[in-house]
């Protein structure tokens, strides 16, 4: 909802501010920070950071680490609790996935879809917090903008993509060498020319058609990863933002305790069903990492 500090802003303003990372850059004269003044003082300077996104994107992985960690060590057979009962049909959940998904040998696929299962489940999961709430604690703090959904910054979304495309290449590299990987596969694909039975003075222009053709399918792996992820909870957002600005502004109006009671069934209904987009944003992310590096494995 919008709060009374915000009262003076127009929706544009609110909007703005909502969406606005805190960051800090180096600049000619030192570090700069974000300001209220002025909010783009990091704009187009390429060391710019976007401080509140990593802060919580640490946190919140700090988070998972510690709560699996507490898990593993009091576990029990004789008498689980709920917490450990959790953990056990996340992990069972997947390993099932990995199991049915990746057919290569790898001791690292199943902890890293974990990982990123989890990682950005919690992630995706701050953006059920009251949209006010922690910005404006930070504005008590003295920090003037605070994004709190790590995974609506393009950023962290596209650092965990390329994290995953380069272990598809790794992996790639590993499995089939490099002739393997970038002649079988990037050139001898969709179109083989030894099996469609061309000419050999025809290889070379069928094979750079392919590597372009090929070369463009690897690079969108983790365009997609990243910008799905980040097209879905930024939309998500936005609208909460403007659920809450619809509320706020018309709750001091004369017909406010009506139209307040629909901005909260409405709030609470797009809650409800972002938990849907929440978790299935995190299981997507999940089994399309596995899909990729299960291919990275693949020999033929």
């Known amino acids: 909802m919008a709060s009374s500090a915000d009262g003076a802003k127009t929706a544009s303003q609110y909007i703005e501010h909502h969406l606005q990372n805190h960051q800090a850059c180096l600049g000619p004269e ?43 060590k009091s576990m029990t057979l004789e008498n689980p609790g709920k917490l450990q009962a959790f953990v056990e049909v996340v992990y069972d959940f997947v390993a099932t996935s990995v199991r049915e998904t990746f057919h290569g040998d790898s001791k690292l696929i199943a902890p890293l879809a974990l990982t990123i299962v989890c990682w950005i489940f919690l992630m995706n999961l701050m953006d059920l917090v009251p949209v006010d709430l922690i910005p404006e604690i930070a504005i008590l ?50 179109l083989n020319p030894k099996e469609l039975g061309m000419p050999k003075v025809f290889w070379p222009f069928v094979m750079a058609f392919n590597f372009v053709l090929e070369l463009v399918a690897l690079l969108a ?18 609208m909460f933002i403007l659920i809450a600005l619809l509320f706020g502004s018309i709750l001091i109006s004369a017909i406010g305790p009506v139209f307040g009671v629909i901005g909260v069934i409405l709030h609470i209904a797009w809650a409800i069903f972002h938990i849907l987009v929440v978790t299935l944003q995190a299981y997507i992310f999940m089994m399309l990492t596995i899909v990729y590096l299960s291919q990275a494995h693949e020999s033929h």
Not at 156 to 164: A, E, H, N, R
């Open 141 to 190: 703090l003295g920090i003037p903008y605070m994004k709190v959904v790590p995974s609506t910054d393009v950023n962290i979304t596209f650092g965990l993509s390329l994290s995953i495309f380069a272990l598809i290449l790794f992996y790639s590299f590993k499995n089939k060498g490099a002739g393997g990987f970038i002649v079988g596969e990037l050139m001898m694909n969709p």
């Open 221 to 238: 792996k983790p365009l997609s990863l990243s910008l799905r992820l980040f097209g879905n909870m930024y939309a998500g957002e936005l």
């Open 30 to 72: 030192g570090v700069l920070w974000s300001t209220e003044a002025n909010p783009i003082a990091c704009s187009g300077n390429f060391w710019a950071l976007n401080i509140d996104s990593m802060f919580w994107t640490v946190v919140l992985g700090v988070t998972f680490c510690a709560l699996f960690l507490k898990v593993a």
